[in-house]
């Protein structure tokens, strides 16, 4: 089993829904939790992060934590074309100031105009 | 301020030869890390260099190796090439403070032939 498991899509949806990615995790010493967007033939390009349970929010894209259930996802609220990418969740034990991040398969998002 | 450069972006090899990869990390940045991306796998970290030390590694056998350089940049080395090392190696710097915050290069794409 994968420490951190996402659902991999790949994901439809026309353009202005609301889309939910997910990720379920199982090491219980992961800390942080990451989202990453990676259009093609690009690296990943950090959109959020966080260190606890509950929401944050940053424009039109909503991280969520529950540490309880092991659960993270990203909401994107008025969904574009330009959003069309795949979305990487990661996670990290903090060790000092050094982390490894694990990091889900990946979903890919396609918006329909 | 420049991002992440790697050099080449594309690469092909033969099994049984190796190849040295590059990273330039951001201005400022002392932390460099490496990771493996496979359809099959996603993304898989490898290791990461910190003031020149490997404080981190991944679990990828002894073929791959790295180092870092006073000016931060950073090589990864892989000797005697099999098929499956054909991948997209993606590094990423951080301040080496905090982890969470890292910017990822290009990529570069190896074939193994």
């Known amino acids: 089993q994968k420490e951190v498991e996402q659902d991999p899509g790949p994901l439809s949806v026309p353009e202005g829904a609301i889309v939910s990615l997910n990720c379920t995790y199982s090491?219980?010493?992961?800390?942080?939790f990451m989202w990453y967007r990676q259009y093609s033939r690009k690296g990943p390009e950090l959109l959020m992060y966080?260190?606890?349970?509950g929401n944050k929010e940053d424009g039109r894209f909503t991280a969520q934590v529950d540490k309880s259930s092991k659960y993270i996802s990203l909401f994107i609220r008025d969904s574009q074309p330009s959003d069309s990418a795949t979305y990487l969740c990661?996670?990290?034990?903090?060790?000092?100031?050094?982390?490894?991040?694990?990091f889900g398969s990946g979903t890919q998002l396609t918006v329909l105009p | 301020k420049a991002g992440v450069t790697q050099t080449p972006r594309y690469l092909i090899k033969t099994r049984g030869q190796q190849v040295t990869l590059s990273c330039s990390p951001i201005?400022?940045?002392?932390?460099v890390s490496w990771y493996q991306q496979t359809p099959g796998q996603g993304l898989q970290f490898l290791f990461e260099?910190?003031?020149?030390?490997?404080?981190n590694k991944g679990n990828f056998p002894g073929r791959f190796s790295g180092r870092q350089f006073s000016n931060s940049r950073s090589e990864m080395n892989v000797s005697t090439l099999e098929l499956g090392d054909s991948a997209l190696y993606l590094c990423?710097?951080?301040?080496?403070?905090?982890?969470?915050?890292?910017?990822f290069g290009p990529g570069t794409r190896l074939l193994v032939l």
């Open positions: 990423a710097s951080s301040t080496g403070q905090t982890q969470e915050t890292q910017y």
């Open positions: 090491n219980s010493a992961f800390q942080y």
């Open positions: 990661a996670s990290a034990i903090s060790s000092g100031s050094a982390r490894q991040l694990t």
């Open positions: 201005s400022g940045h002392r932390s």
């Open positions: 966080t260190y606890s349970s």
């Open positions: 260099y910190f003031s020149e030390t490997q404080r």
